[in-house]
């Protein structure tokens, strides 16, 4: 299947396989139903911007959902204008297991991972 699927022309993120399984896992476990992730960039964090991540069973008119393996990643309008190109993960290693996003628009981020800042 496809990483992404793309509702916005040429605007996209890709999902990686690990992300969607841990998606569906956090899913059940929180037992959210059939809801999407929703990720949204707000102002604040160390870097200027900041990620949000959280389940969501409603979608708006400028929300783009990006589907792997069945499941879906939502992402509103203004948000993805500084997502456009990202790849979202999930890794696990000896520092722990977190959701990583890989930014291409952010200039720099913190050492969390969590907040970005863009030229």
Not at 7 to 15: F, N, P, Q, R
Not at 20 to 29: P, S
Not at 80 to 99: H, I, P, Q, R, S
């Amino acid at each position: 299947m496809s990483d992404t699927t793309t509702e916005a022309g040429d605007l996209s993120i890709t999902l990686t396989a690990s992300a969607a399984k841990r998606i569906a896992l956090l899913r059940e476990q929180e037992q959210a139903g059939d809801a999407n992730l929703r990720i949204a960039v707000s102002g604040g964090g160390c870097s200027g911007f900041q990620y949000g991540l959280s389940f969501d069973d409603q979608t708006n008119p400028d929300d783009r959902v990006f589907l792997r393996d069945g499941i879906g990643v939502v992402i509103d309008e203004v948000s993805l204008d500084l997502l456009n190109g990202a790849e979202v993960d999930f890794v696990e290693d000896l520092m722990g297991a977190a959701f990583r996003i890989n930014n291409p628009n952010a200039a720099s981020s913190c050492g969390c991972g969590n907040s970005f800042s863009i030229a």
